[in-house]
């Protein structure tokens, strides 16, 4: 494999957000993207001002680095950015597998990556209209169909406009599955840090709930960024 820009390797840590909030994870998060979202959370890993920060690394310096921090564990290895499909990690992925891990990805499911069936699971965050950014549709279908039973789909929330392309994009999903929901956070430096005295995630919350409620969504699973509340959010956590 190819060495592929690394912004951070980090944990094991709780996931905050998405289908596996609450799992012990230790995430890969490469560096570069190819959107530029207006309340990115993670522009240390997106600008490519930040670009001489990130390591180039091959997949054996990856896999060295994620043992040195899981021991004797295995956690769940995610695979985060930035946009982690822009890069050829396949083989990374299958080294992962060999050492006993089981491998997820989070992307916004804008370029299709060749080697994501052989991912154990998969999240996709498509881009609501307060990013600023256009859905890439038959790139998020084929995300969407990638891994039968094992997608889950999360979008961020910031107004209602975003709340109607969530149902745009709930329309897509398998019958049964589930729309993971989760109130924007818009107040976070160029670190990812968030600003503690504009920290209204809770009340934001609350508004997205009853929204959803109102809307008659009863396979929406709605949560707030849970690492943000309890540590701030920013890098290594
Ligand atoms: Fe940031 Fe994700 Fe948007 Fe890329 S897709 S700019 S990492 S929020």
Redesign the pocket.
């Known amino acids: 494999m190819k060495p592929v820009p690394i912004s951070e390797i980090f944990g094991p840590v709780i996931q905050g957000e998405g289908a596996q909030a609450g799992v012990p994870t230790i995430f890969i998060r490469t560096g570069g ?5 207006s ?5 240390y ?2 600008d490519p001002v930040n670009s001489s920060k990130w390591a180039r690394m091959g997949a054996a310096e990856i896999v060295a680095a994620v043992l040195g921090l899981a021991g004797d564990t295995r956690p769940l290895i995610t695979l985060s ?3 982690p499909a822009m890069w050829k990690l396949g083989e990374l992925v299958d080294e992962l597998h060999g050492h006993g891990f089981t491998v997820t990805i989070e992307t ?1 499911g804008s370029v299709w990556a060749e080697w994501a069936p052989s991912l154990d699971s998969i999240t996709i ?1 498509p ?1 609501p209209p307060s ?1 600023g ?1 256009v859905t890439n549709w038959p790139a998020l279908d084929r995300w969407i169909a990638a891994k039968p039973n094992h997608v889950a789909v999360k979008v961020v929330i910031a107004n209602l406009a975003d709340l109607d392309f969530a149902g745009l994009v709930r329309e897509r999903l398998a019958p049964g599955a589930r729309i993971h929901l989760q109130p924007c956070n818009p107040y976070v430096d160029e670190s990812g840090e968030a600003d503690p005295d504009k920290l209204d995630l809770l009340a934001r919350y609350a508004d997205l709930c009853d929204a959803v409620l109102a809307r008659g969504w009863m396979n929406a699973t709605v949560i707030p960024q849970l690492h943000v509340l309890a540590k701030g959010g920013g890098r290594g956590n």
């Open positions: 993207c190819d959107y530029r979202c309340w990115c959370d993670t522009l890993a997106v950015g930035g946009n916004q965050s881009k990013s950014e």
